[in-house]
């Protein structure tokens, strides 16, 4: 059967009408490429922890120049939702509302659910948790604490391209691994005093500074990092999408509390369905980045996804 949903989702962005957006570009209007070098420009490395403090990303938030579309203010939303700008992220979103989970992941989500629930009495265990049990879920069971620059994740996963023979090949062997996966663990509500979303996705644009430092201009326009984020703040799960072509846009998709009663099957459900389209997305993500980027024709990634999915 064929899936309408991102032409759908697509007429209710011409519907919707939030009156005028509280942050406003007045910049030249540049072709996405030169808008997102601009906006690194402006945003010089800075820690990401740093910058998910409440009071800087308060600050942040209020300067045109800084501001990063995440849905803080939902009166600020972006246009274009990330989850449109990349055909991966369009079926994970799809997929977690919609999808029929297997049994592998019905029961990786009641090991999140009986292990993420307890009470920690340091992050770090609580994070060496979660790494353990969605490593049965990602490529290559990869997942780790990673390094960038200065700074280290909670978690994440790269991906390599993989060079070709041709004339591209030599510039293949000399990037930077792409970072599509980021996860932000805080042991308890109110502990840290981090929004972690805004840690995660720091990670993920530092990340993108590096990438476009090894990047041709010519082979620019062919990418705009989509990523899938993921927060753990006690036992509340949140996944986002992350796309990145004229300016950063996250998309928060859904949170899954995992200290629900077990007679609570509705929310079961689409944890379980949660798992399922993480571990569908992550496979896909692995393999763009790894087999398909700057091999295949991608044009027009700040612009709608427009195709069809198939269910």
């Keep these: 059967m064929i899936s309408n949903f991102p032409a ?12 005028d957006d509280e942050v406003e570009d007045d910049l030249p209007e540049l072709p996405y490429v030169e808008q997102r070098i601009a906006f690194l420009r402006r945003n010089p490395p800075r820690a990401p922890s740093s910058e998910a ?19 803080r203010p939902v009166t600020a939303d972006k246009p274009l939702p990330a989850t449109l700008m990349d055909p991966i992220l369009c079926e994970f979103q799809y997929n977690l509302h919609n999808s029929v989970p297997e049994t592998q ?16 009495k340091v992050e770090d265990e609580r994070k060496a948790e979660l790494i353990r049990i969605l490593r049965q879920l990602v ?37 930077h691994q792409f970072l599509y996966y980021a996860e932000e663990v805080k042991n ?7 929004e972690a ?29 989509p990523a899938i984020l993921l927060t753990l703040i006690g036992p509340q799960l949140a996944v986002s999408a992350a796309a990145f072509a004229g300016s950063p846009n996250v998309e928060t998709l859904v949170s899954i ?24 997305a992550l496979s896909k993500l692995f393999d763009y980045y790894s087999n398909q980027l700057f091999k295949t024709s991608r044009s027009n990634v700040d612009f709608p996804f427009r195709n069809l999915l198939r269910n």
């Design 53 to 71: 403090a409440v009071e800087n990303f308060r600050v942040a938030q209020e300067k045109k120049e800084r501001f990063v579309y995440c849905g």
């Design 257 to 280: 509390p995992l200290n629900i009663h077990s007679t609570n099957t509705e929310t079961i459900a689409a944890g379980q369905r949660l798992v399922y389209s993480l571990r569908i």
């Design 8 to 19: 759908t989702r697509l007429i209710k962005l011409q519907m919707v009408d939030d009156g």
């Design 105 to 120: 992941d019905i029961l990786i989500f009641r090991e999140l659910r009986a292990f993420l629930t307890r009470v920690f």
């Design 139 to 175: 490529p290559l069971k990869a997942l780790s604490c990673g390094d960038i620059g200065p700074h280290r994740t909670d978690g994440d996963l790269r991906a390599s391209v993989e060079p070709v023979d041709g004339q591209d090949s030599e510039f293949m062997k000399r990037l």
């Design 188 to 194: 308890e509500s109110g502990t840290g005093g981090k």
């Design 197 to 225: 979303l805004v840690e995660a996705f720091h990670y993920w644009l530092e990340q993108i500074r590096l990438c476009l430092e090894t990047i041709p201009k010519e082979h620019q326009t062919e990418i705009n990092f």
